[in-house]
């Protein structure tokens, strides 16, 4: 199985400051057919968990562009340009590549 | 507007058995690779399984935990997926989530989630 961690685990963030979350996989996410399928999750508190990066790199619908990701191969980045206070939650990075999907432990966002 | 419910947890002795249900609305349900993931109370999350779209075979993946023990199938004439979990055990106790893949990803839209409790 893809082993899928993340640094750090735990961030607190200043109110309008950038964030960054580090993921990283045991070996090389590139499919088959060329894609990297590397997603990134947010879940707020007591909500269940949403897409909000797909492919490395690519926002989904209605995700505010101050999220970003990027990264190859193994290492993948997740960047929050200004935190906000909606954005307090966990963050996992997952791996949809190779069968069984795997998840990161998750990154605890929240505010100093 | 998407929509994903879940139905079907609640408590089970170890060794029962529970059908889970998820109910499809707002998309083209039979073109949709659906995904079930579970969550242990306050744990991260947990891939169990996942069927593709007939166009791709209706095939089913899932996670060795669960293999041999749980099945996931569909019924597209009723938009709803299904979790049969059998020999149920207390490692089990989660919320299982349903997800849709609606072109972007397979993970395009969650449900809410349904608690099952493994316990005696």
């Known amino acids: 199985d893809i082993v899928m961690t993340q640094t750090p685990l735990s961030s607190p963030v200043t109110l309008g400051q950038p964030a960054s979350i580090s993921c990283r996989s045991s070996q090389s996410l590139v499919h088959s057919d060329g894609n990297t399928y590397l997603n990134w999750l947010q879940q707020r508190p007591g909500q269940p968990p949403r897409l909000l990066i797909y492919k490395i790199s690519n926002r989904f619908s209605g995700v505010p562009d101050r999220f970003s990701g990027s990264g190859a191969g193994t290492d993948f980045t997740l960047k929050i340009s200004r935190v906000e206070a909606e954005d307090v939650g966990v963050y996992y990075c997952?791996?949809?590549?190779?069968?069984?999907?795997?998840f990161g432990p998750g990154t605890k966002v929240e505010i100093k | 507007e998407v929509q994903l419910v879940e139905s079907g947890g609640g408590l089970v002795k170890p060794g029962g058995s529970l059908r889970l249900s998820c109910a499809a609305s707002g998309f083209t349900f039979s073109n949709a690779w659906m995904t079930w993931v579970r969550q242990a109370p306050g744990k991260g999350l947990e891939w169990v399984g996942r069927i593709k779209s007939k166009a791709y075979g209706g095939t089913t993946d899932h996670a060795p935990p669960v293999k041999g023990r749980f099945i996931i199938s569909r019924d597209d004439s009723r938009n709803t997926l299904y979790l049969q979990m059998n020999s149920l055990e207390t490692e089990d106790t989660a919320v299982y989530h349903c997800?849709?893949?609606?072109?972007?990803?397979?993970?395009?839209?969650w449900g809410q989630g349904t608690l099952v409790t493994v316990s005696s």
């Open positions: 997800i849709a893949g609606l072109g972007a990803s397979e993970y395009d839209c």
């Open positions: 997952m791996q949809a590549t190779q069968s069984p999907q795997t």
